[in-house]
């Protein structure tokens, strides 16, 4: 027999479908009550459900399951870091079968999926995989989903996850500490960066609005409330101004300076006109670790200028902010402390398996104020311990998963130092790259940060071209990697610096080695000898 079948089933379906067939005449009515309880019983006594697994198969699937992923994660540098499959070809992989009518063995249906998902995805987890910002996942992590999907306590409310809540509570404090602001703020973990950026975006915005908000809504009867950020800012900003009513054009977007970082006295000469032609400014947001090119704002400068202008200081720190934990770093993150919210992203730098954002408060009532609630068919409020948290009051979501294991787990199995030594890895391999970048004759090398370095290519020679050499340079490198990204042996991503297209390393991979770096070098020059060659005979 295989895994997943039960013997048992088939006394279940003989019964079943004595009692379809009664439903269908219906002849249901016209049996004695007695029948039809006997029925009943029959059908759901010592009720085996189809999803269920006997405890036997559970063992012998789960470990083969192991054994599997064990396989993968210890060959993940042999395969290609992605197979650059069109759309089309995974779908013929796939197939297209309609959805199944009757069950499968557990154990065929993990033999298949797990060579689906091994052999046709992009593996983040591969040494020479530097692209966009996903880290390697760790080990710990996806032991630690798979433990929590077993408890699957719902982290919405206490009394429905009295330890996971707990544990989360105390995750939050940890990442406090890890980065160095007070421990007394508070939390809540998140999907990612978007809605941890969302989510204090909204408690800003409770916290510095006129009291009458959340019955009347966005009025402005106070003036237009409006936001500053420098134009490094990702995406989610346009985003949130979007979705929470503001438009577009509240954002303010300040201009940086040669070294990339916000201009503050244009962020404050812009702040002081708002103010004079009656608008309402109410945030200001820096970047630790802008999403390009790992650039670090002056923070304590922007922090001085809230608290002198009463306005919220948030900091978006999704990627950058765990390099506060470095202590020749520290300095760089000055003005953390002042900040009234902070982004991280635990599926980042801390090398979470996705997903894992979180944000932190200063003054967590601010969070309570924006997302509580007190619906009449909840009964969370009967505990009158202060230590009492429902994190459904601290922000969007009701029902919660447990993610904030993964990351309490792996700060314990390597604890503060373990993430000193890898982030400070991280981060050399970066300079690394971009001091070889800076010897070779046909690599440009243009940015280095944190562990993002942008470089570009540039053909022997080429400087001495005259004419269209900007155009002609961003082509290249744009088509290099589109070369790089389907050809498998590396995979990176881009940014623009200056009006330059560039190749973009951004290393939060723990697997990653100085041999791993030396060969991106030979394979960038290798593709980029290629592609211009390419574009000289087209
Ligand atoms: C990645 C990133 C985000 C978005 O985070 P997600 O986890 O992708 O939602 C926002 N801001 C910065 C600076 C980032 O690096």
Known sequence: MEPGLQPRRQGVNVVRHAF???LQGNLLEKLPLSNLKEIIINMTNNRKSPIEITNEDFKKVGYQLIDAISHFIDTIHERPVTTGESPKQIQSVLGNASLPQHGTSVSELFSRTSDLLFNHSLLNGHPKFLGYITSSPTPIGALADLLAAAVNPNVGANILSPIATAIEKQTVRWLAEFIG???????????????????AFLAARTAKAPKNLKEDGLRNDHGEMVFYCSKATHTW???????????????????????NKMNIDILSQTINDDVKIGKMPFLVIGNAGDISTGVVDNLSAIAAICKAKDLWFHIDGAYGIPAAVIP??????????????????????????????????KNPQHLIDTYSSHPVYYNFGNQDDELTVNYLEYGFQNS???????????????????????????????????????????????????????????????????????????TL????????????????????????????????????SSKDILEIVDIIVRAGRKVHKMLQSE
């Open 20 to 22: 379809a067939i009664l």
């Open 181 to 199: 602001v007070s421990p007394t703020c508070g939390g809540i973990f998140v999907s990612g960066g978007n809605m941890a950026n969302f989510t």
């Open 237 to 259: 900003i346009e985003k949130a101004a979007v979705l929470f009513g503001h438009g577009t054009k509240a954002i303010r977007w300040i201009p940086t300076d040669a070294d």
């Open 328 to 361: 020749e770093y520290k300095d760089l993150f000055d003005g953390i402390r002042e900040a009234d919210s902070i982004a991280l992203d635990p599926h980042k730098w801390l090398y979470a398996p996705l997903e894992a954002g979180c944000i932190l408060v």
């Open 400 to 474: 919660r998963g447990f993610r904030a294991l993964k990351v309490w787990m792996a700060l314990q199995q390597v604890g503060r130092d373990g993430y000193i030594e890898m982030i400070g890895e991280d981060i050399s391999l970066s300079q690394l790259l971009f001091e070889e970048a800076k010897k070779h004759p046909e690599l440009e090398e243009i940015t280095q940060n944190l562990s993002i370095t942008t470089l570009r290519y540039i053909p022997l020679g080429f400087t001495q071209i005259e004419n269209n050499n900007k155009t002609y340079l961003n």
């Open 477 to 512: 490198n744009q088509k290099l990697l589109n070369e790089l990204q389907q050809g498998g042996e590396v995979f990176l991503s881009n940014a623009f610096v200056a009006d330059k297209y560039c190749l973009r390393c951004c290393i939060v991979n723990f697997r990653t």
